[in-house]
């Protein structure tokens, strides 16, 4: 069935590093991948989105790139903050059918100050 | 505050019992989703409505049910509850039906304890 590959499960850098979180999609339906970050016991909340016309998106210090021949693509945090500590998923949605969201996994991320 | 509302915050209940979860979509929205997630897991994908009608189906258990009503509103019911149904539970709500054209906006999820 479909599924998202995420990787790592835990990132750890250190605060003004860069973070690279990965993900790999199995649908080759699908043409809309979302990113949510989810704080602890708080709700997952969308911070970017990019769909299959696009090559890359860029919001402040947050960019996704998208490579739909590997069927991957991954979340690029600048310049990070102790703020930006939270759980990380990617997400790929299909235009087809059922419409189902597939998540990936998630990704711990840590910055340390 | 995206807009999402879920009811209630808090669940406790045994094992053998049935719950039944709310959710009110942000204003406009015709498409409800619901999630399942476990300590420390992802977002497990239960099933969509759209509008009042089933859209999409993910891993959703024969125990579970769900449906939405004429105001957009959207009820999960649980029933025959184990231990390792116990989770986070989201409802998110969309625009339209899905897909591209669409993002889901997450309520604030029911925290079920199965005891």
């Known amino acids: 069935g479909e599924n998202v590959e995420q990787h790592p499960s835990t990132l750890s850098v250190q605060e003004g590093d860069s973070a690279v979180i990965k993900c790999t999609y199995s649908d080759s339906a699908s043409n809309y991948f979302p990113w949510y970050k989810q704080e602890l016991g708080k709700r997952p909340q969308l911070i970017i989105d990019?769909?299959?016309?696009?090559g890359e998106k860029k919001d402040q210090r947050i960019a996704v790139t998208l490579n739909k021949t590997a069927k991957h693509f991954s979340l690029h945090i600048t310049e990070t903050q102790p703020e930006d500590s939270a759980v990380y998923f990617c997400a790929a949605s299909p235009n087809t059918g059922g419409f189902k969201t597939i998540f990936g996994a998630g990704t711990r991320l840590f910055v340390k100050a | 505050d995206s807009g999402v509302t879920q009811t209630p915050k808090h669940l406790i209940t045994a094992t053998g019992q049935r719950v039944t979860l709310r959710c009110s979509p942000r204003s406009g929205d015709l498409s409800v989703y619901w999630y399942q997630q476990s300590l420390d897991q992802g977002l497990q994908f239960l099933i969509q409505y759209y509008n009042g009608e089933e859209r999409a189906k993910g891993n959703i258990l024969e125990r579970f049910s769900a449906q939405q009503f004429p105001d957009l509103h959207s009820e999960l019911n649980l029933s025959s509850l184990e231990l390792g149904d116990s989770a986070l539970y989201f409802c998110?709500?969309?625009?339209?039906?899905?897909?591209?054209?669409?993002?889901?906006?997450f309520g604030p999820g029911t925290r079920l304890t199965v005891l």
């Open positions: 990019i769909r299959s016309n696009v």
């Open positions: 998110a709500s969309s625009r339209n039906v899905g897909g591209s054209s669409d993002t889901q906006y």
